[in-house]
């Protein structure tokens, strides 16, 4: 077969299963899908994390799934999988090695790939092509939305700095300062003072803006800057973005599909929480390979943005934490 | 004469021959006695008592300086699955490795329900303190302490569910997700 290798993504996993299972090959227990509006999601699940390779072939019409080191197993049959950017899923032996190619539409658009952990996942995003593009231009500022959690009766923990709502709005609002410089940044936040809100109201306080990025901000008794991330369960029914238009996805839903729908947003923007995050633990740690924690947060699976949630330390505080945050979001903007 | 001297001694060679193979076949036949065996029936019990009177040791999971840190705990063993899995998650919140971390601290374990398809239900209570007040970290590692400690030990423990005062709840102390199922976490685990 003449394919040339027109993307290679290989992940070298740090995960503690993943260093000893890489000899192991990978071995797939179950293969899912679901076709969104603007996607294809693909999800191997796998019993240990290691390494793969995919690769898409020169004429894009065909993905190719298989482990950098050892078999690849599959221990489930294949699902029928075909709509508008899949045309279906076949098990193949290339090489004397086994794979499992992913056959394309011509409508199908960039590839994007990541790891899921809690039965460990690979997950690959096929867009369509003709997805329309996301809807920043200069003239036309990106609305971040800062959440300073807690509020009113909720003080949240007590640090010796004091309580966690007061701390979390200080910090959010010396945020606000630094990134209003940016002409190209609208900055909102879901409370400037000490007020009680729902999980659901930040949420959608986030989706009426058209957050492009939601930063939750909480404290921590320990040192340091942590970044999570939602963990998604790859459950079919999530939604990408708002409708054309222009409403936003309210919690107190009007409709039985808007029901279905809460709750499920943010499964569409995995890859960019991911990017933010990764932007944002890195930017904390100085170190290269630093990534956001994954953890399953009630908050975050309801916004429609590339969404984190940051835990600042008892040593961090003021404009050195402000500043660093504010300079990993600026980043993430100019770069994505 | 000569030849019926053989002929006598192949006769009783072949005669002791059967006689001792009938011997042996009897003796290994089953007996056809019916009647209770006592002594055998009731050291059997006796023998089941004292594999129940002996602790079982399991793995705990517990939150230390930010990560999970494994330790080992003895529980006595009961005689099903959910009951040994309920006494394993008192024995956590016993533990004085355990009991005074965030969360932890602040609350008690009700009940533990086990379902046929592997699914426990953690169904837990606020302590003294209505409130639970903890970090976002503080929290994760709670709970993925108790599902790991279960899913660490019983394989018939598939995923957890968590509730609170027997009903669903949003979170345990504002940030993790409690309407999911969980399962185990090893990488949070140092």
Same mark, same amino acid.
């Given at each position: ?57 020169? %004429? ?6 298989? #482990? ?23 098990? /193949?032996?290339?090489?004397?090695? #086994? ?49 300073? @959690?807690?509020? @009113? ?8 700095? @004091? ?52 930063? #939750? ?120 | ?51 129940? %009177? ?22 006595? /063993?009961?005689?099903?699955?959910? #009951? ?102 090893? %990488?949070?685990?140092?």
């Amino acid at each position: 077969m003449r394919t040339h290798l027109a993307l290679i993504v290989l992940a070298a996993l740090s995960l503690p299963a993943g260093a000893g299972a890489a000899d192991k090959g990978l071995t797939v227990n179950s293969v899912r899908h679901a076709s969104y509006a603007a996607f294809t999601r693909i999800v191997f699940e796998v019993e240990a994390a290691a390494p793969y390779v995919l690769i898409r072939s020169s %004429d894009g019409r065909s993905l190719t799934v298989s #482990s950098y080191t050892g078999p690849f197993v599959l221990k489930t049959p294949l699902p029928q999988v075909r709509d508008s950017v899949v045309l279906g899923l076949e098990s /193949r032996a290339e090489a004397r090695r #086994s794979v499992v190619v992913i056959l394309l539409d011509g409508a199908a658009g960039e590839v994007k790939d990541f790891v899921l952990r809690g039965p460990d996942r690979i997950v690959i995003d096929i867009a369509k092509g003709t997805a329309p593009a996301p809807a920043t231009t200069l003239d036309k500022p990106t609305v971040i939305v800062l959440d300073p @959690g807690h509020g @009113g009766k909720d003080t949240g923990i007590v640090t010796p700095r @004091g309580q966690e709502k007061t701390l979390t709005l200080d910090l959010a609002l010396a945020i606000r300062n630094l990134l209003q410089k940016d002409p190209h940044l609208k900055v909102v936040l879901t409370r400037d003072r000490d007020k009680a809100l729902t999980l659901d109201e930040r949420a959608a306080a986030s989706n009426a803006a058209g957050a492009r990025l939601f930063v #939750s901000i909480h404290s921590a008794t320990d040192a340091g800057l942590r970044v999570f991330i939602q963990d998604l369960l790859d459950e079919p029914g999530a939604q990408p973005t708002r409708p054309a238009s222009g409403d936003f996805l309210g919690y107190e839903a009007g409709s039985e599909q808007q029901e279905l729908l809460w709750g499920k947003q943010q499964a569409a923007h995995a890859r960019e929480s991911g990017a933010l995050g990764r932007k944002l633990a890195r930017q904390f740690s100085g170190q290269d390979g630093a990534e956001p924690v994954q953890a399953p947060l009630a908050l975050l699976k309801a916004v429609d943005a590339a969404a984190v949630m940051i835990e600042a330390g008892v040593d961090k505080d003021g404009e050195p934490a402000a500043g660093a945050i504010a300079l990993g979001i600026e980043r993430y903007v100019k770069e994505n | 004469m000569q030849s019926d001297r053989l002929l006598l001694g192949v006769v009783i060679i072949l005669t002791t021959l059967v006689a001792s193979g009938g011997i042996m076949l009897w003796m290994r036949m089953p007996s056809t006695d019916t009647a209770p065996q006592p002594a055998r029936e009731e050291q059997q019990p006796a023998h089941q008592q004292s594999l129940l %009177d002996e602790p079982l040791l399991i793995t705990l999971y517990y939150p230390h300086e930010g990560m999970l840190a494994e330790g080992s705990a003895t529980v006595q /063993r009961q005689p099903d699955t959910q #009951s040994l899995a309920r006494a394993s998650l008192a024995a956590l919140f016993a533990d004085q490795r355990a009991a005074p971390e965030p969360v932890l601290r602040d609350i008690r374990l009700r009940e533990l329900y086990l379902d046929n398809s592997g699914t426990a239900y953690i169904d837990l209570m606020p302590g003294a303190q209505k409130d639970v007040r903890a970090s976002a970290r503080e929290e994760q590692l709670a709970i993925y302490a108790m599902v790991n400690t279960l899913l660490q030990n019983f394989e018939e423990i598939k995923q957890v569910v968590l509730l609170l005062d027997g009903r669903e709840a949003q979170t345990l102390a504002g940030h993790m997700d409690l309407s999911r199922t969980f399962t185990k976490r090893m %990488d949070l685990v140092k």
